[in-house]
């Protein structure tokens, strides 16, 4: 059945497979035009902008930190037992100190909470010399509300623990804005005095963060950021990079996005007043590079290739990973191929992985002219509307599992033209078919099955063999699969011999129905595509 499904499909291909199979060769072998590199920028994500996405707030700090010192408010937990039983949560007062009864003031502010325990242990033990045990821990920090401004997508006052992280607060506040906000200048005022700066690409990279012990009032102030540099090619992040104040290092750079291991070189296209200065580095060269604001960096991979791997697959008993040097053709790959008896050379199929990315872009953009076309198609009456809404909602369901098909990247071969050589690729594979004396017959005939191939037998003669068409035969269309997966129509060679070899697959198809959809002419041309580009029969 899946095979009578291929050719419904195929039928609808005769007359535009080896263009679009030639197309995607041709495009995918010719040099590109590349645009100025500080136009191909595209707005991109900004380098820590995954930071902020609600994790930080959702667990806040309740006094565990051993450097945290106590303050007014936080509640000590306080056990006593033996000669004096007591077990209490105490906060502490205004003067600093926790009341325990029988015992009297405590002072603990300015206590480290990894201290805190000693500290009433001596106290106590001023009153009480022996027989009386002492267990004394921080419960809860005190809670604090801070104001959050500057370029943060939602500036306010926000309420935590005096224990918690700057992330915290900043993460209640939405994040810091991608487009003016600055990741490196972050600042905690305190009475209109600056306590501490943070950098945030130091707790990225390397984990650091420092500890800050918030109070009320306190003001987290995320600075605008002064300038940034683009990040593209062979590395782990692209995007946006920003930069520090004052002088920045390319190596710095580099080791926070990752440069890949393939990495050969890297070039800065730098703006300067009215031009545009490009230099290049090898990745050995970048100590003591500095990088000016604006500049694009490419991280590129310029290792040249002496030889190349071509796997060979199908009837042979050569290996199956043939190395080549570089800029051999299929010619030279076949003198290496050690074929069987039953090889069938003539149908030799070549497999290439940047033709299947030009079919898969080639057919994405097809699918998205055929989406706005039935998005955008009117009717004329009420029931025309409520009949191209039906038939809006099939094709959607159909372009949405369309988009999921991957194209195969076969290179048809063509025998007829060996004066031209086809040179191979890293990443080629080469299949060889094996002989098969029959000939398939499938779709709309009575008997679809595998018959013996004779010689001089017409295609009208293999579909008699077959119990003959369903239909007149001025209503179906009849097609022919070659082994190399060439596809040719013989609709107007029926009765012809020497049509048919062994090998070929016969399709007898129905026409379709062109008053089904709308948009049938659309439809088909897509359809097109994806029989000729993976060999998918994607049926509406």
């Known amino acids: ?79 006593l037992w033996g000669g004096l039983d007591f077990q209490g949560e105490l906060s502490v007062d205004v003067h600093g100190n926790i009341f325990i009864p029988k015992v009297g003031p405590v002072l603990v502010k300015g206590v480290k909470n990894s201290q805190l325990n000693e500290v009433v242990k001596k106290s106590i033990k ?41 992330l915290t607060f900043i993460d209640q506040a939405g994040g810091i804005r991608a487009d003016i906000g600055s990741y490196r200048n972050i600042q905690i005022k305190r009475n209109d005095k600056i306590l501490n700066t ?32 683009n990040i593209e090619g062979q590395v782990g992040y692209s995007g946006k990079y920003e930069l520090k104040q004052g002088v920045n290092f390319l190596e710095d750079i580099l080791k926070s996005v990752a440069i890949q291991e393939k990495a050969t070189h890297v070039t800065l296209v730098t703006p300067i007043g009215r031009e545009v200065v490009a230099s290049q580095y090898s990745v050995d060269e970048l100590a003591n590079v500095k990088v000016q604001p604006g500049t694009l960096i490419k ?30 053709t299929l010619s030279q790959l076949t003198e290496q191929i050690i074929f069987t008896p039953l090889s069938n050379k003539q149908a030799m199929q070549l497999f290439r992985p940047a033709v299947a990315e030009r079919q898969k872009a080639m057919l994405l953009e097809s699918l998205t002219a055929l989406e706005q076309s039935v998005l955008t198609a009117r009717s004329e009456t009420n029931e025309a509307a409520q009949l191209r809404s039906k038939e809006a909602e099939t094709i959607l369901t159909w372009i949405d599992k369309a988009k999921k098909v991957q194209p195969n990247g076969q290179v048809l071969l063509s025998h007829h033209n060996s004066s ?19 000939v398939m017959v499938h779709g709309e005939v009575l008997f679809p099955t595998a018959i013996a191939y004779q010689t001089g037998l017409s295609a009208k003669d293999f579909i008699q063999q077959a119990g003959g068409a369903m239909q007149d035969m001025d209503d179906v269309n009849v097609l022919v699969m070659k082994p190399n997966g060439n596809v040719l129509t013989v609709n107007n060679k029926l009765n012809k011999h020497k049509v048919i ?34 060999a998918v029969i994607l049926a509406i």
């Open 1 to 79: 059945m899946k095979l009578v499904c291929m050719g419904i499909l195929l039928v609808l291909v005769f007359s535009s497979v080896a263009k679009v199979a030639n197309s995607a060769v041709t495009l995918s072998q010719e040099a590109q035009v590349q645009p100025n590199a500080l136009t191909s920028i595209q707005p991109g994500h900004t380098y820590g902008d995954w930071l902020f996405n609600g994790n930080f707030n959702k667990v806040g700090f309740s006094g565990f930190n051993p450097d945290y010192h106590l303050s007014i408010g936080d509640k000590v937990l306080v056990q």
């Open 126 to 166: 001023r009153v009480y010399k022996s027989n009386v045990e002492v267990y004394a821990n921080l419960a809860t920090s005190e809670q604090v509300k801070v104001f959050v401004s500057g370029t943060v997508s939602k500036p306010g006052l926000y309420q935590g623990h005096s224990a918690d992280s700057i």
């Open 198 to 229: 943070f950098d945030l690409y130091g707790f990225l990279n390397q984990g650091q963060l420092l500890n800050t012990q918030f109070q009320d009032g306190d003001l987290i102030f995320v600075a605008p950021k002064l300038a940034e540099v």
């Open 299 to 328: 991280v590129s991979s310029q290792l040249r290739a002496k030889s190349i791997s071509v796997t060979v697959m199908g009837e042979h008993n050569s290996q199956q990973e043939i190395v080549l040097p570089w800029g051999a």
């Open 420 to 438: 031209h050589p086809i040179y191979l690729q890293q990443g080629d594979k080469v299949v060889i078919p094996a002989k098969r004396n029959i």
């Open 501 to 534: 070899t062994a090998g070929d697959e016969i399709f007898v198809l129905a026409k379709p129905d062109e008053k089904s959809f709308q948009l049938t002419k659309d439809i088909t041309q897509v359809i097109y595509q994806i029989a000729a580009s993976a």
